[in-house]
């Protein structure tokens, strides 16, 4: 095989092995790990997109119909599903990511900034911020689960809303959404 070929060929390879072990992109509502999946085999997680129900997303504030379906694999096991809602007055978006990667890695992720401990109903629990993101803009509450964690964040729209700190309203909604949640 002529080097330009050998070479050519372990890029290709190594394109490849990134896009299978879950690498993220940034679309908006990005799901914060980069690591491979911490299991091995089939990854059975909880989908957000199809089973919350609209009635509890009412509930808590959000607009079920405003739902953006940020991924969800249409088949197969995955390491990641996320979807998205707004509240009725479209200041905010709650996105709810579930994911079989745990509150470890979401600690060890250098793209997250402003760690902090914290508790999440009886679940251990981390809030953090996107160091790419505007200071004050989103924030995420992570808390664990057998499946390995759901990441819940909030983020605001427009800078002239911002009346409350993101953090809390993040930590609001894992409070609401936790006890709807898989162990």
Not at 58 to 77: F, M, N, Q, W, Y
Not at 161 to 180: K, L, M, N, V
């Amino acid at each position: 095989m002529r080097t330009a070929d050998y070479v050519r060929a372990t890029l290709a390879t190594a394109a490849a092995a990134a896009l299978v072990t879950g690498c993220t992109s940034n679309t908006g509502g990005s799901a914060t790990g980069t690591a491979a999946p911490t299991t091995t085999g089939p990854i059975a997680i909880f989908n957000p997109c199809t089973e919350l129900p609209d009635q509890l997303l009412t509930e808590i504030g959000l607009d079920a119909s405003t739902e953006r379906v940020v991924t969800d694999a249409p088949e197969g096991a995955t390491s990641w599903r996320v979807c998205a809602w707004r509240q009725p007055d479209a200041l905010i978006r709650v996105t709810v990511m579930s994911t079989s990667h745990t509150l470890d890695d979401t600690r060890a992720n250098d793209n997250l900034i402003d760690k902090v401990d914290t508790t999440v109903g009886p679940r251990a629990a981390l809030q953090s911020k996107d160091r790419d993101e505007i200071p004050g803009k989103s924030c995420y509450t992570s808390f664990d689960a057998e499946q390995g964690m759901f990441e819940i964040k909030a983020s605001w729209f427009e800078e002239d809303g911002w009346t409350r700190d993101i953090c809390q309203i993040s930590a609001e909604y894992a409070a609401a959404f936790e006890p709807h949640l898989p162990k």
